[in-house]
């Protein structure tokens, strides 16, 4: 999920330029790097999605018509991006925020269907709805700047882009001076650590991923900045979990380590990567790592080779080299959810069941269950059973009417409370051993319990069984 944004996706954008409104071209439009839109007609009028380089699903795109406008709006990691579309020949022109871009035709254009009728003007444009306030996380400074304004933009003047480096067949060198302009230091103060983000790259807090993800309206490639709450980080350690964590981002893309992780300081240690995307575009990878007394805070900027260049291995080092830690406050409790599991259980079932013509058949099923007693205390256990039948039939004459089973369980003890980190609940277990789990909680609209996104079924008091409690 690492791409080029090309206006700003991660703010609330307003509209820039105007565009006089056209019919506007159907099928699929590039802009040549990261980005796909696809454009048809359905049932009831213009539908749109776009496609991004590392995102395995297709964003759909909401199309309307305010004023004299085509705009297309898309919701990403809860951020509202907006856009205007326009023909240009027979290619899509994209605007937004006072700039445009022209993405290509990918193909023959389709069939146009009948035109229909015109539609009488209206007697006057809608008003445009005001932007939205940034969204602030609480327990986090917030450091975004305002959003642009929706005025009609006459001209944008873009930074330059950095020089590109010399191939990739040797590590990648940073400059002996790393010339970077910061913004006010963000503050992670439930999780001990601070950053200054880059100055001109707009983004913030992606809540699910727990990390910040920033972009830029003219240098490709996003910067994605985590931070690991362990104090047993190493540079060793660092480039075997990050070496496998870009070896996985997704089906399709490969990177692999280029050479061993250098040293830019004491504190600091950088990786480069090269690989392929699914349709086998190269691609250049850094990242950068601060460790202090264990402490780890790790940033990666992840682009195509075409577009890699210097400024992407400084800004790695310079963004990754602004952290610091602290002693981290404790988050407040969520007592709300302290009082409702308190004295109850919540219990994972699943099972499964097959058969085959010759008689054969396989069954097996998992049970998870987590007690929750009001002194603050927990139990987990656990159990799995499965059977297999070799069946009697013609298609298993080796072994006709053999049979196997087998089951396993266990059981852990620990401390239970319930956090408030922004806004979400976070389940946190401190097993017997040390080890330390979160787990998101949260209901949905029938009140049915989720971990990390995982249905469980809430028991005890007078509606069900109640945890073996001291």
Known sequence: MLIR?????????????????????????????????????????????????????????????????????????????????????????????????LFQRVGSAPAMPPAAPPAAPPAAPPAAPPAAPPATVPGMTPNSSPPPSSAPQAQISSPPMSPPVQGDAKPSKVSAKLDASFLAEVKERYE????????????????????????????????????????????????????????????????????????????????????????????????????????????????????????HVDRTIALASSARFFTPEPPPKDQT?????????????????????????????????????????????????????????SGSQTGSGSSAMGSGSGRSEGRWTVLKKGNRSILELTYSNGNVAELEISVDEDWKTYLDGTRYFKTGGTYGQSPDCP
């Open 5 to 101: 944004p090309l206006f700003s996706l991660f703010c609330s954008m307003c509209l820039g330029a105007m565009v006089w409104a056209q019919s506007v071209p159907l099928g699929s439009f590039t802009d040549g790097q990261s980005m796909t839109i696809q454009l048809q007609q359905g049932p009831s009028g213009l539908q749109g999605s776009m496609a991004i380089m590392g995102m395995d699903e297709q964003i759909p795109m909401q199309i309307s018509q305010q004023g004299s406008v085509v705009v297309a709006t898309a919701n990403l990691f809860g951020e509202v991006l907006q856009f205007t579309l326009a023909p240009s020949g027979n290619n899509l022109m994209v605007g937004a925020g006072g700039e445009q871009a």
């Open 192 to 311: 001990g650590y601070a950053f200054k983000p880059l100055k001109d790259w707009k983004g913030g807090k992606n809540e699910k991923a727990e990390a910040y993800v920033y972009g830029h309206d003219v240098e490709a490639g996003w910067l994605i900045l985590y931070s690991d709450k362990s104090t047993d980080n190493t540079a060793q350690k660092y480039q075997q979990w990050i070496g496998a964590q870009l070896a996985s981002i997704q089906e399709g893309v490969s990177m692999r380590l280029m050479s061993s992780c250098q040293s830019h300081s004491q504190e600091v240690v950088y990786c480069d990567f090269s690989g392929t995307d699914q349709a086998g575009t190269p691609l250049r990878a850094i990242a950068a790592a601060k460790i202090v007394k264990g402490r780890l805070l790790s940033v990666t900027s992840f682009t195509t080779k075409a577009s890699f260049n210097q400024g």
């Open 337 to 393: 959810w302290i009082e409702d599991l308190g004295g109850r259980k919540l219990t994972y079932m699943s099972s499964s069941s097959s058969s085959g013509y010759d008689g054969s058949s396989t069954s097996s099923s998992t049970r998870d269950s987590y007690g929750f007693c009001p002194n603050g205390t927990f139990y987990q256990t656990g159990s799995d059973s499965y059977s297999v039948s070799a069946g009697q039939g």
